[in-house]
């Protein structure tokens, strides 16, 4: 988050460790009075093996429980943070309810009698949490802060705020003191004036998670090659099955050409794919059919009426979102569910669709073409009629459209509510059952968004969410804290959740090559 645009009103500036001794007693506020001094804090956070993290506003929009992740360790909240926050608390977005709830945790948290703001109250785990409050003066005696002033003369803005006080409140409490942020432009310049940074990795999958998206493979004996061609079931021991979980899907291998596909189930047996048809097809629409292994596993997926949330990675013209729509068509024309719901992050979850004109539709068209494009393939008649299109007569009059209102094969289901364009926008407290739900471009969301999309399904509801964890958009996330790998990472290994990597493109030798090599 880049607040260098955004000049923040700052709240008036408290000296916390102001020397008392020329002051009388009377005259010294009890909140004073029980104020620690810089060696005292030293002290009492100094323990071995502990560490001192101070929070980024970002971190704190991005997950408002972060206060609770430290474990042992110990929090410091610079109060510029708190005046930024302050700055979002009325948006009616995402990252307005964000900022109300992190100001709910932490008065819940200060809430003890007690209880000091600046001093700090244990947390559960063991550390401390507590809100410093920078002091300017007595901070200009401190080399480093004198240092960075000079390369950063304006220090009113508030990233710089955050950093001198990190800087000042390195020279008070034992190390390691490290500035956690989600900006990689404060990671920058803390690391330029020698502050130790780090991103917050609580919600971040490991680098192997989204490094390879080839369906793992096994090798097995040629005896036990026939034995599941014969009987579409085979258990082996763990140790061969290695890190593969419930529906994870991989390709047996016997030798250099026997192969075949298998998923892993909720008992550990790797089974047969069932539910992969030769192809698809709607009404009078084009047959779809899988064209490489990792569609084949897909489908699978998709067509398995036990399997309740699929998760896909793949980069551009793997065929992601067509064989999905065409999963979802096929099921809802065979009426395992009641409609098709399909949507695609606009903006930030919480943002409204602009004030366009039009429908919900109208103005959801342009972020969801993808999509229409699918349906289209998938349900326009196949024009049989070969070679060039025949000359009108032009004696003949013109017959118009029965219903020139409907010109899209799919036009008469949107308006029937059996295919529904929905903005994420507006999910906030629905309850969606018995609903095929595509989520296109999942990679954009955050993780808090996407455990509110997950919570919104109910009994007899499939979500399907795809995307490309190396195309981001959002400045708030990367590859490996959106909220597509994210709910791949926490439901890995459920019975109900299910997993399908797409490697290979096959929307034309072209697309493949710019995919892969530009």
Not at 13 to 20: G, H, R
Not at 119 to 141: C, F, L, M, S
Not at 237 to 244: E, K, L, M
Not at 375 to 391: A, E, I, N, T, W
């Amino acid at each position: 988050m880049d607040r260098d645009d955004h000049p923040a009103t700052l709240a008036p500036t408290l000296i916390e460790n102001l020397d008392l001794g020329s002051v009388p007693p009377g005259l010294r506020s009890p909140s004073a009075r029980k104020r620690k001094s810089p060696t005292s804090h030293r002290q009492s956070m100094s323990r071995v093996g502990t560490k001192t993290f101070i929070l980024d506003t970002n971190v704190l929009l991005h997950d408002p429980a972060c206060i609770h992740r430290f474990a042992e360790h110990h929090i410091c909240i610079p109060v510029d943070v708190l005046s930024e926050l302050d700055r979002f608390k009325n948006e009616m977005t995402e990252r307005g309810a964000n900022a109300r709830e992190v100001h709910r945790a932490l008065m819940k948290t200060f809430s003890a009698p007690d209880a000091s703001v600046t001093d700090g109250v244990k947390t559960a785990g063991g550390g401390n949490i507590r809100v410093v409050i920078y002091d300017p003066e007595a901070a200009k005696r401190v080399p480093s802060v004198q240092e960075f002033e000079r390369i950063f003369p304006n220090i009113e803005k508030v990233d710089h705020r955050i950093l001198a006080c990190a800087l000042w409140l390195r020279e008070q409490i034992s190390p390691p003191v490290i500035l956690v942020s989600k900006d990689l432009n404060m990671q920058l310049k803390a690391r330029a004036v020698g502050i130790e940074c780090e991103d917050y990795l609580h919600d971040k999958v490991e680098p192997r998670e989204v490094s390879n998206f080839d369906i793992a493979r096994l090798d097995i004996s040629s005896h036990e090659m026939q034995r599941f061609a014969s009987s579409g079931r085979l258990t082996i021991s763990a140790t061969r099955i290695g890190d593969n979980v419930a529906n994870d899907y991989v390709l047996l291998m016997s030798g250099e050409k026997a192969s075949m596909p298998a998923k892993l189930n909720a008992q550990g047996e790797l089974v047969r794919l069932l539910h992969t048809p030769e192809s698809i097809k709607v009404g009078q629409g084009r047959s779809i059919k899988p064209m490489n292994l990792g569609q084949a596993c897909l489908l699978d997926a998709l067509l398995d009426p036990e399997i309740s949330l699929v998760t896909c990675y793949g980069q551009a013209g793997t065929g992601k979102t067509l064989l999905a729509v065409a999963a979802g068509l096929s099921q809802v024309f065979g009426r395992t569910y009641n409609g098709l719901t399909v949507s695609r992050p606009i903006v930030a979850m919480g943002q409204t669709v602009g004030f366009l004109p039009g429908s919900l539709q109208e103005k959801m068209r342009p972020w969801l073409q993808p999509v229409y494009d699918a349906l289209d393939l998938l349900m326009r008649p196949v024009d049989s009629q070969q070679g060039p299109q025949r000359k009108k007569n032009r004696f003949l009059p013109e017959k118009p459209p029965a219903h020139p209102e409907t010109s899209a094969p799919y036009d008469g289901l949107i308006q029937q509510g059996v295919i529904e364009i929905e903005a994420l926008c507006y999910i906030r407290g629905r309850s969606i059952p018995d609903r095929f739900f595509i989520l296109d471009e999942a990679q954009q969301l955050t993780p808090l968004e996407a455990k509110t999309v997950v919570t919104r399904m109910s009994r007899g509801s499939k979500l399907v969410l795809v995307g490309d964890p190396a195309q981001i958009d959002n400045p708030y996330v990367d590859s490996r804290s959106n909220g597509l790998v994210y709910t791949r990472q926490r439901m890995r290994g459920q019975s109900f959740a299910a997993h399908v990597p797409l490697a290979k493109g096959e929307r034309s030798p072209l697309a493949e090559a710019g995919a892969r090599l530009l």
